[in-house]
């Protein structure tokens, strides 16, 4: 069975920092893109950042660019995410998502995790 | 306010039909494969339309989706109170080089 568990969530202040964390299993990780997608309380999704397959290629969205930064290592069958001067509308569930491709662009969502929380407030 | 624009809720009674439409542009909708993500109360979006019109194994002929120039729409038959739930559409965006999502569809089954 396809899983992705988060972890790495909690209530952290504004201004600092946060590392997310994603075990994946039931399917060959090195093959896929991998995305994190967020939600905040009572609204929508947004895409937040995907990685492509070797790591080679990564995007972000405009209102995470230059503070967030996604990893992976295939090796273990993880995917991080560096989250830093966190601000308090950051604060959403943070869902591992794979992709159906090779690359984040192009390709649907297939699989996603649960979720970790991540709340930022003072 | 969202890229992909779908009406914030539909209703209907049990075993009619709805479609949930959601409007693009050549930027995404218009040059890129649409999917569909059904999130029932409390859990997490699982997928259920990708490439336009395709149903992942296990997904009932219930669900279909289509699409045509820069708008796409999911059609849902013999509605059942299970079916309650939040629609996303979403697809890749050329322009803005992201992956977007619609705002999300509240389906009530009255």
């Known amino acids: 069975e396809v899983q992705l568990v988060e972890s790495g969530g909690g209530l952290v202040q504004p201004g600092r920092s946060l590392r997310l964390f994603c075990a994946a299993s039931?399917?060959?990780?090195?093959?896929?893109?991998i995305h994190w997608v967020r939600q905040a309380p009572g609204k929508g999704l947004e895409w937040v950042s995907g990685?492509?397959?070797?790591?080679?290629?990564?995007g972000y969205a405009d209102s995470v660019k230059g503070r967030f930064t996604v990893s992976r290592d295939n090796a273990n069958n993880s995917l991080y995410m560096q989250m830093n001067s966190l601000r308090a509308e950051d604060t959403a569930l943070y869902y591992c998502?794979?992709?159906?491709?090779?690359?984040?662009?192009?390709?649907?969502?297939?699989?996603w995790g649960k979720g970790t929380t991540v709340t930022v407030s003072s | 306010q969202s890229v992909l624009t779908q009406p914030p809720s539909v209703s209907a009674a049990p075993g009619q039909k709805v479609t949930i439409s959601c409007s693009g542009s050549?930027?995404?909708?218009?040059?890129?494969?649409v999917s569909w993500y059904q999130q029932l109360p409390g859990t997490a979006p699982k997928l259920l339309i990708f490439?336009?019109?395709q149903r992942p194994s296990g997904i009932p002929d219930r669900f279909s989706g289509s699409k045509s120039g820069t708008s796409a729409t999911l059609g849902i038959t013999g509605l059942q109170t299970g079916d309650e739930a939040d629609y996303y559409c979403g697809t890749w965006d050329s322009r803005l080089v992201a992956v977007i999502f619609g705002g999300g569809t509240k389906l009530t089954v009255l």
């Open positions: 050549s930027s995404n909708i218009g040059n890129n494969y």
């Open positions: 998502v794979k992709g159906s491709g090779s690359f984040y662009y192009h390709y649907h969502m297939d699989v």
């Open positions: 490439d336009n019109d």
């Open positions: 990685i492509s397959w070797n790591s080679g290629t990564t």
């Open positions: 039931g399917f060959t990780f090195e093959d896929y893109a």
